[in-house]
């Protein structure tokens, strides 16, 4: 047993860049010592790094993909090896569209390759870092708006993902409640990312802005207060949520 002095943690997967350094930085800045996950660029990784403990806040970052089991474990045994045996959150944020395909222009491992990017990476991490949750812990899955109204042109495959998502995320809060964990997701709509700037053109971002009750796309920071809402205990009786975070644009 790791014998470092007991401090709430927290692990953010893909929390290198927007959403997820949003997170990071927010779990940081309330005292959460977080290690954060990234597969692609060591340098934004290090940028959120240094970013935090610029701040005071403390965290370390572990490259891995979350779709191998082994990274993950990586992920967790140096988390444990960090910070002590406990982990007090778990973020999931890692996922992706990866591109706009029709059904007839998907193949069999591109709709897989989705699938797995956005579910399987969340089955994978919380099944190795519940066991290290004690009574107290939460975990706050990523789901989408388009999981509910199956997303734009050619995200078929994301949607069904991301509605996937959504049913884990009921499924591990009825077997997980017993044990004081509770697991809960949130539904983003048009948020300004990277992943639009990729997937959505311009106009149609305006467009959905236009037509948001409150005229604006969100940003990472309104991601990062709902993740924080309901990691603590400000929202400790409230377990099994797919809370939809879209300013509007979409009611469930």
Not at 25 to 52: D, Q, Y
Not at 140 to 152: C, H, K, L
Not at 205 to 227: M, Q
Request: neutral net charge; proline residues 3%; glycine residues 10%.
């Amino acid at each position: 047993m790791n014998s470092k002095p007991s401090k709430r943690v927290a692990i953010v997967t893909g929390g290198s860049r927007d959403i997820g350094r949003a997170i990071a930085e927010k779990m940081a800045a309330e005292g959460v010592r977080v290690v954060i996950n990234f597969h692609g660029s060591a340098e934004r990784a290090k940028e959120t790094l240094n970013g935090i403990q610029a701040v005071g806040g403390e965290a370390t970052i572990v490259k891995g993909d979350m779709t191998s089991y082994q990274d993950v474990q990586t992920l967790v045994s140096t988390a444990c090896e960090t910070y002590g045996d406990e982990i007090h959150y778990l973020i999931n944020v890692v996922g992706g569209l990866v591109s706009r395909r029709t059904l007839l222009e998907m193949s069999e491992g591109f709709f897989e390759e989705v699938m797995k990017l956005n579910m399987t990476s969340t089955f994978l991490v919380t099944r190795a870092v519940v066991p290290h949750m004690p009574s107290g812990s939460a975990v706050v899955n990523f789901a989408s708006q388009a999981g509910r109204d199956g997303g734009g042109p050619g995200a078929a495959a994301y949607a069904a993902s991301k509605g996937a998502v959504m049913a884990f995320t009921r499924s591990m809060a009825k077997e997980l409640g017993p044990q004081g964990i509770r697991v809960n997701a949130l539904c983003p709509g048009m948020i300004d990312t990277t992943f639009h700037d990729t997937f959505t053109r311009n106009e149609v971002r305006k467009n959905v802005a236009a037509a948001t009750p409150l005229r604006r796309e969100g940003d990472v920071s309104d991601i990062a207060e709902a993740t924080w809402f309901l990691a603590s205990q400000s929202s400790e009786f409230i377990t099994g949520a797919c809370v939809d975070i879209n300013g509007g644009m979409y009611f469930s």
